[in-house]
């Protein structure tokens, strides 16, 4: 099972976690601006918030493994989830 959920399937190694990329990269320094700066700024915390749901919705379709693919859809079901609350 553990096997099934990590492998990679085109190279045949186990991934977990990966390089940060560019949806990634941008959440973080959105986020990091975005408690820096002026926290009455709403901008910053959308675009952080649309790039989360931009590498959600990558990792459910491009991801490497089902572990990976989980991931995005988790997260970016809960990202979707805390516009509820």
Known sequence: ?????LRDRST??????????VPLVVFVVARVADRLLDP???ALRWIGTAALLWWAGDEVLRGVNPFRRLLGAGV????????LW
């Not at 099972?1 to 959920?5: E, F, P, Q």
């Not at 970016?76 to 516009?83: C, E, H, N, Q, V």
């Open 76 to 83: 970016g079901l809960a990202t979707l989830a805390s516009f």
């Open 40 to 42: 009455s700024t709403s």
């Open 12 to 21: 045949g190694r186990i991934v977990v976690a990966q390089r940060p990329n």
């Open 1 to 5: 099972m553990i096997d099934w959920l």
